[in-house]
């Protein structure tokens, strides 16, 4: 920035008495510079004087140099340009606006907080008044009705004088009530058929440690039979491959978390997906590509029966609403073996179908009213088919519930978590009351709860 300084006669004069006269302009020059030029007027001198004028100079350069310091706050270290010294003007105004507008806030904030303490500080006040007056207050009595009565009564009743010996016999009639009447239907220690009150949060058990292990079946027999096995046994099968044959068995549940099985059984037929269940010691599955039932006696290692389910879609015609070829999920609980599917004709609807656990028959079936690929997955307890709304939702929903004995379907809200957000496999064993399910390379539990049945339908 260039700083122009236009002097009159200023030997003559100083800058405190000719304040009232001066005057400062601004503008710039043929080259877009901005200059700054200073002008004070003679009050005496008409013209400026010919001699030497160093002396008065040099006074002049000393007020030239304070002048040109205070111009130089004033335009704020700018930039040259034309509005340089205004932008610095408005910076500094703009500054001490909200500066005051902080002020007044922190004012109004004072205040508020000022009424709050007063307000406390009254009420801390009642506070004390009263508890000082409930220190000098005396303790009352209070008695229940029959306490009023015994003080109607005369002071020598013998029956109310303690201290004469004189008792009331007291009697009781005593009932015998069967203990399974003492613990209520939806309690953790219920143990009769009932509806789904709640499922718990999973509980891990196993991480497969290879892809085949995404998706898979794993179960502990809840009526298991022969000497072989019992259970403890857990039964696990990865699912994920060409040709899945094998079975893996393990002593119990810390054997399995090691990872060691104790034995590892052969199919003499591929299996199809994660529709498997275990019951009375036996392996049921669906064949690959096939609407064949096979079940596979555990303690002979031999296929002991196999059986086609009338017009069951299979390979991918009506599976769960994750894929995976899951058209036919076998299932067990209290009451017996099942298969859950759907035909052509049910148009994808799910059908239940009781199964005679020997020969595969089927010995009654049921068409509900929802779709199986709406659903991620289905189980048996107590004749109830349930419905998992999602496989991927951490938090979803068991969603609808159908009642074989009354044939009646209809939507409820059960909460269920899929931790591992890809549940692939849900099958209850009904001697831990407990599902199982696996859920994105994870084996998991969960506790359920069971209470009275709702009469309501939909």
Known sequence: MWLQVSLLCLSCLTLSQAQDRASLRRSNDHTGRCHYTFTVASPEESSCSGGSMKPEMDGVSSRLTLLEALVSRLIAGGDGGAGTGAKGEEGIQEAYSQVMRERNQLQQDKERLSGQVQELQRRLAELSQEAESLRQRPCQQTHTSGAKQRENRP?????????????????AEVTKVPASQLIPEGSPN?????ELQSVGDPVLHKKADSITGKYGVWLQDPEPQGSNYNNKTVWRIDTVGKDVRQVFAYEDMD?????????????P???????????????????????TLIRYDLTSERLASRLELPHAGFHGQHPYSWGGYTDIDLAADEQGLWAIYSTNKAKGAIVISKLDPESLEVKRSWETNIRKNTVANAFMVCGRLYTVGS??????????VFDTATGIGRAVSVPFKNKYRYNSMVDYNHAQRKLFSWDNF?????????GKASNSSS
Do not use: W
């Open 155 to 171: 002071a020598s009743d013998p029956e109310y004088d303690l201290g004469n010996g004189a008792y009331q016999e007291m009697k």
């Open 190 to 194: 219920f143990t009769g058929c009932g």
């Open 255 to 267: 054997q399995l978390s090691q990872g060691f099985p104790m034995k590892v059984l052969v199919l």
């Open 269 to 291: 037929e591929p299996m199809e997906s994660t529709g498997a269940t275990m019951y009375r010691g036996s392996l049921y599955f669906q064949r690959k590509r096939s609407r």
């Open 391 to 400: 496989y991927t939702a951490p938090n979803t929903t068991i969603n609808y």
């Open 442 to 450: 994870h084996m998991v539990t969960y506790d359920i709860r069971l």
